[in-house]
């Protein structure tokens, strides 16, 4: 019998992700987000995280998809990445899923080439495919240390109105 995978899934245009749900915190409605200067394109911010400033991803830009206005149903998937606390937001987080490791297929040669440092497989549940993504390896460990020093760019004042 092969064993279940429990994976967070999530979309971001129209493709379906799906990560391993012991990396997911919690998911959020997307917050304020205080944009800070000099971060790389894909940063969008921090937002307040009950206290915390956390910073947050856009996947859309992370991945390459094009900009779209946002909309009730985008979600801010708060993860633990090497012991760092991320946010990412997507276009909506759906459901847990549960996949067999049997239904996983290693990542196309084509998908290896454009992402496959943080692409680790491709999963088939019914109709569905679910591209599985090693978050990890999304962030790349120059840019996690990035992401240490944003909360370190923040003055007081704009902490304070954060965190209001």
């Given at each position: 019998?092969?064993?279940?995978?429990?994976l967070v899934g999530f979309k971001v245009e129209r493709e379906f992700f799906g990560v391993q749900i012991a990396a997911v915190k919690?998911?959020?409605?997307?917050?304020?987000?205080?944009?800070?200067?000099?971060?790389p394109d894909f940063v969008e911010g921090v937002i307040n995280l009950r206290?915390?400033?956390?910073?947050?991803?856009?996947?859309?830009k992370?991945?390459?998809?094009?900009?779209?206005?946002?909309?009730?149903?985008?979600?801010?998937l708060i993860l633990e990445l090497d012991g760092k606390i991320v946010g990412i937001t997507v276009?909506?987080?759906?459901?847990?899923?549960?996949?067999?490791?049997?239904a996983i297929e290693p990542p196309p040669e084509i998908v290896?080439?454009?992402?496959?440092?943080?692409?680790?497989?491709?999963?088939k549940l019914k109709e569905r495919l679910i591209v599985l993504l090693d978050l990890a390896r999304l962030l790349r460990p120059e840019e996690m240390k990035?992401?240490?020093?944003?909360?370190?760019?923040?003055?007081?004042?704009?902490?304070?109105?954060?965190?209001?």
């Open positions: 019998m092969s064993k279940i995978l429990q919690e998911i959020v409605r997307v917050p304020q987000i205080t944009p800070v200067p000099d971060t206290g915390r400033v956390v910073p947050v991803i856009d996947m859309r992370r991945i390459g998809a094009p900009h779209v206005e946002r909309k009730k149903e985008n979600r801010v276009d909506s987080a759906s459901e847990i899923i549960k996949l067999p490791e049997d290896s080439y454009l992402g496959g440092e943080y692409v680790t497989g491709v999963g990035g992401m240490e020093t944003i909360g370190k760019q923040i003055t007081p004042d704009v902490e304070r109105e954060i965190l209001q």
